[in-house]
């Protein structure tokens, strides 16, 4: 109980620590070794799941504009988080991943925003079919290497989320620190909590 405690005022803190950075950011941002502090410091990979989970479920409504009548992304999300919860095989996610993955391929070339929208789904289930503690060191390059499969999942979504994903010379610096702030208090509640996660209505 004791070390939940002083587990719970080490995320308070680094939470608070992000806040500071991302607003004093001129772009915004939340650099990865905070991110990785957090995720480290929570140490519970059914919580760091349902964080990306939430990192994609913010950005789906980007893939769902431009393609109305697909149900496969939000499914593959919504197996994740049935993956974490140990209600489906590794496998059949990882699968259904792969396979997902090379249809939002097809329409990079269409809308490179919703394509990479349907990917961060894709990432999120990646990241649940790992181990939590490489989910945490694997990932090492930031906006230093143009590379979206060196990106985490948290900051593939923000460069959805503020048009980055194009041309990273042309980030909305406001939509990244609006991203980032959510990222800290939202998202970061929400993965700790019991609550529901926040699926589109059907």
């Known amino acids: 109980m004791e070390q939940r405690i002083t587990s719970l005022e080490t995320i308070t803190s680094l939470i608070s620590k992000g806040l500071d950075e991302v607003n004093h950011s001129n772009k915004g941002h939340l650099s990865l070794p905070t991110r990785r502090a957090i995720l480290q410091a929570i140490n519970e990979p059914l919580v760091i799941g349902r964080v990306s989970i939430l990192c994609a479920l913010k950005v789906y409504p980007i893939w769902n504009d431009f393609f109305r009548n697909d149900t496969e992304i939000i499914g593959l999300i919504e197996k994740t988080e049935k993956y974490l919860l140990g209600q489906t095989s590794k496998k059949d996610l990882l699968n259904d991943a792969d396979h997902l993955d090379m249809f939002a391929d097809d329409y990079i070339e269409d809308d490179m925003t919703a394509s990479f929208a ?8 990646y990241d649940a079919g790992s181990d939590a503690n490489s989910i945490i060191s694997d990932y090492d ?3 230093e290497v143009e590379d979206p499969y ?4 948290a900051f593939l979504a923000s460069l959805v989320y503020n048009g980055g994903i194009v041309d990273l010379d042309f980030i909305n610096d406001e939509r990244n620190k609006e ?7 939202d998202c970061i509640k929400t993965a700790c909590s019991d609550d529901r996660l926040p699926y589109p209505a059907s």
């Open 141 to 143: 390059s930031d906006e």
């Open 150 to 153: 060196e990106w985490d999942t």
């Open 118 to 125: 349907a990917k961060v789904a894709v990432h999120a289930a």
């Open 179 to 185: 991203f980032w702030s959510w990222y800290l208090t």
